[in-house]
């Protein structure tokens, strides 16, 4: 397989994943035309659609490439019915197309019905986990977006997140804020800064680095705890994350 990213808008990525035998499956396209000239330019033809939630920055291209392609199959949760999908997932689905395989995890927290897609070792995981952070609240509380955390951790260390923004700098300076001591945040900050620089994406990123940079993953970390005001061991490890995204949203 071969992954291919396409910026859309101003911090957006839309997924190509190519088998490298001309065809390819889209994830969370929400501009058509970036995906179309992607298409053309790279001699592929697309299998299927996969929608991770209903907000238009990922589905709102959905219409016009299923102009161009209008016998695509659009997978995605039951709240993207009226944005275009004809196949709706459930958590625990498998979804095979032509020789793809991806198994549909619930993680809700961003919006209410927010899925992934697991097709190992990669994960298209919307906006819930990106690298170094986590998506807003939207829909969902801190609760579900914590035990949502903690259903993408139990993947295997080498799962390559393939998010769909590119937030990771503004995460990396969150981070820093909070643990300013922290080497590997300080270290990891600096390399992306320099990909960046360069306007190379600082995503896919994987599981294992995630572990140790993403505070989100960190909630049971006591100098973490410490740091944002838990001096006694806190009653549940959610409100540890629902203080570290109630931070973030004032950051």
């Known amino acids: 397989m071969n992954l291919i990213s396409i910026p859309a808008f101003q911090d957006n990525y839309i997924w190509l994943l ?3 035998q001309g065809h390819c499956v889209i994830v969370d396209p929400g501009d058509a035309a970036p995906v179309l000239e992607a298409l053309s330019r790279q001699h592929l033809t697309p299998d299927a659609i996969l929608l991770t939630h209903h907000h238009n920055d990922h589905v709102g291209g959905v219409a016009g490439i299923t102009a161009q392609y209008p016998k695509l199959a659009v997978y995605g949760p039951q709240e993207t019915a009226t944005k275009g999908s004809n196949r709706i997932v459930n958590d625990g689905d498998v979804v095979k197309i032509n020789g793809f395989q991806f ?17 190992a070792p990669y994960i298209f995981c919307g906006d819930t986990l990106f690298s170094a952070g986590c998506g807003r609240l939207f829909e969902g509380t801190a609760e579900q977006m914590y035990h949502s955390f903690q259903r993408l951790a139990q993947l295997p260390d080498e799962t390559l997140i393939c998010c769909a923004h590119e937030y990771t700098l503004s995460n990396l300076k969150f981070a820093r804020a909070i643990l300013p001591q922290d080497r590997e945040i300080e270290t990891y900050q600096q390399q992306v800064e320099m990909l960046r620089a360069k306007g190379t994406p600082s995503v896919p ?8 940079i993403n505070l989100f993953l960190r909630c049971h970390d006591t100098d973490l705890q410490k740091e944002i005001g838990f001096h006694l061991p806190p009653q549940t490890l959610h409100s ?12």
Not at 103 to 119: D, E, K, Q
Not at 205 to 212: A, C, D, P
Not at 240 to 251: H, T
Request: proline share 2%; aromatic share 10%.
């Open 205 to 212: 990123t994987t599981l294992q680095l995630e572990r140790r």
């Open 18 to 20: 190519d088998n490298q």
């Open 240 to 251: 540890v994350f629902s203080e570290l995204r109630l931070r973030k949203d004032r950051f």
């Open 103 to 119: 198994t549909t995890i619930a993680v809700p927290g961003h919006t209410l019905g927010h899925v992934a897609f697991y097709s």
